[in-house]
């Protein structure tokens, strides 16, 4: 099936359908953004982001919030 066929689909739920269908999405998008960011902290991209807080941290640029 071709996403636009999806699409279309999609449009012809009852709306009862169509909430469980959105929230399932959001589940799921939730599912891959978490999985991305476990991948990104194994690789190492955060370490700068890290560094660069505890940098801003000790030299006292951070506020509490």
């Known amino acids: 099936m071709q996403v636009h066929e999806i699409i ?3 449009k012809k ?3 009862s359908d169509l909430k469980i269908l959105l929230e399932w999405i959001e589940d799921f998008e ?3 953004w978490d ?3 476990e991948r990104d902290v194994k690789l190492g991209k ?3 982001l890290a560094d660069q807080a505890i940098k801003d ?3 006292g640029k951070c506020q509490e919030v």
Do not use: D
């Open 30 to 32: 939730q599912t891959l």
């Open 35 to 37: 999985r991305e960011f």
């Open 57 to 59: 941290f000790r030299a």
């Open 8 to 10: 279309e689909n999609i």
């Open 46 to 48: 955060l370490e700068k």
């Open 13 to 15: 739920l009852p709306e």
